[in-house]
């Protein structure tokens, strides 16, 4: 009998390559002990390299885990080590972008000069410090001339950004970051570490809050000349710069909105400076928020910039 012939159809398709699959993307989560029970985490790129950085670091935990961080299975280590700062902002990956990256990118608009020029004549330098750090937490104002939109639940142009989770600042950071007119300034702005912050907060007071310019020292009692806190925020955040500074120049360090920091452990990332809903006691300089994660969004939780001299 005569073989039948193929169809165009089938000829074309018994043609075309076989297709590619990328294999999937693998992070490993290096875990740091600072405690019987409190761990951070660092993360590595191959196996190889975790098991260095448990090494160097004395990593409690080896973790791999998907780009979502979704648990895959763990290796355990019996060493300590320190809390861990992601001090390098997100300026640029090679990760392929998703479609939904694509349409964001479509609707963000370029970077305004203006808006950087504003940022960076807002900051200050940290007194004995390499890094400089912005007056004000960013505003929805800049927020928006940046991302393009405003996720903000207490609307106001001058008011702190809020409901924007850190992964929405790494991808601020990484817009701001590639932008022509913020390559020229030879700065790279990122968050700050916790512990940073803390320092900046506290503008060389030995006390709980900080230190204002002309020495005095700022009390439970007088909170108020510097934060916007649950005594007298009437339950919202405020326009940025509206109490006094500290020492070293910096306005809402107490109060106003939580700040996110490039520093974690293991209850999540952590967040410092009080809110408008908080007492008095929780806008102290040291305290620390824990238990958020990468992806929480909450109207009361913004950030502020610091900036460091790019390494090209």
Not at 241 to 264: I, R, S
Request: glycine share 8%.
């Amino acid at each position: 009998m005569a073989q039948k012939k193929k169809t165009t159809a089938e000829k074309t398709a018994s043609k075309e390559a076989p297709k590619k699959t990328t294999p999937q993307k693998r992070v490993y989560r290096v875990d740091i002990s600072r405690t019987y029970s409190s761990f951070v985490y660092v993360k590595a790129e191959s196996p190889e390299e975790a098991e260095q950085l448990a090494e160097k670091s004395s990593a409690a935990g080896l973790r791999e885990v998907d780009d979502r961080g979704d648990w895959a299975g763990y290796i355990e280590y019996e060493c300590f080590g320190d809390e861990y700062n992601d001090i390098e902002p997100d300026i640029g990956g090679e990760d392929e972008p998703d479609e939904s990256a694509e349409e964001e990118k479509k609707k963000a608009p370029a970077v305004d000069p203006a808006v950087v020029e504003g940022i960076v004549a807002s900051m200050v330098s940290i007194p004995g410090k390499d890094f400089k750090m912005c007056k004000f937490p960013v505003t929805q104002t800049q927020w928006e001339a940046v991302m393009g939109k405003n996720p903000s639940e207490f609307k106001g142009a001058d008011r702190p950004v809020e409901q924007v989770s850190w992964d929405d600042c790494q991808k601020f950071l990484k817009k701001l970051n590639a932008s022509p007119a913020a390559q020229a300034t030879g700065l790279v702005f990122r968050l700050p570490t916790a512990s940073e912050r803390d320092f900046a907060a506290r503008a060389g007071a030995m006390g709980k809050y900080c230190r204002l310019a002309n020495g005095t020292e700022i009390t439970e009692e007088t909170l108020g000349e510097v934060a916007w806190f649950e005594d007298n925020s009437g339950n919202e955040t405020h326009p940025v710069g509206q109490k006094k500074p500290n020492a070293f120049g910096l306005y809402d360090m107490h109060g106003n909105v939580w700040e996110w920091t490039n520093t974690a452990d293991a209850q999540g990332r952590i967040t410092c400076g009080g809110c408008w809903y908080v007492s008095a006691g929780d806008c102290e300089s040291s305290n620390r928020l824990h238990g958020y994660w990468p992806d929480d969004r909450i109207p009361f939780l913004g950030f502020r910039l610091c900036a460091s001299v790019r390494a090209d």
